[in-house]
């Protein structure tokens, strides 16, 4: 499976950002998909995931309320639609898969099938 991430852009503090990530070579079914990001200077870190056959969810506290994911399984795509968005929010955002268990989720260490990223900027 290749993942494409998609819908970035430059945004001002309290704007909406809807990213995309568009798998192709293989179905999504069976995985668990998840956004992370990395800021400047940062480590990557666990934005949000999404059971692809099923609908299960997770966020990270950061985000919690303001984000939202989803998916088209027509489209084999997830999306992740980014309200409020803060400063703090300026990042390279990527996709990625895993089977790994919901304890699990938020470690990139068990994601494979990274996406190229796509970059959110938050200006104030």
């Known amino acids: 499976v290749q993942l494409q991430a998609s819908g970035g852009g430059l945004v001002q503090a309290g704007g909406s950002l809807r990213l995309s990530c568009a798998a192709s070579?293989?179905?999504?079914?069976?995985?668990?998909l998840g956004w992370f990001r990395q800021a400047p200077g940062k480590e990557r870190e666990f934005v949000s995931a999404i059971q692809f056959s099923g609908g299960s969810t997770r966020y990270a506290d950061s985000v919690k309320g303001r984000f939202a994911i989803s998916k088209d399984t027509a489209r084999n795509t997830v999306f992740l639609q980014m309200n409020s968005l803060k400063p703090e929010d300026t990042a390279v955002y990527y996709c990625?898969?895993?089977?790994?268990?919901?304890?699990?989720?938020?470690?990139?260490?068990?994601?494979?099938?990274w996406g190229q990223g796509t970059l959110v900027t938050v200006s104030s």
């Open positions: 990625a898969t895993t089977r790994i268990v919901w304890s699990e989720i938020e470690k990139d260490k068990h994601y494979y099938n």
């Open positions: 070579g293989g179905t999504l079914s069976g995985y668990r």
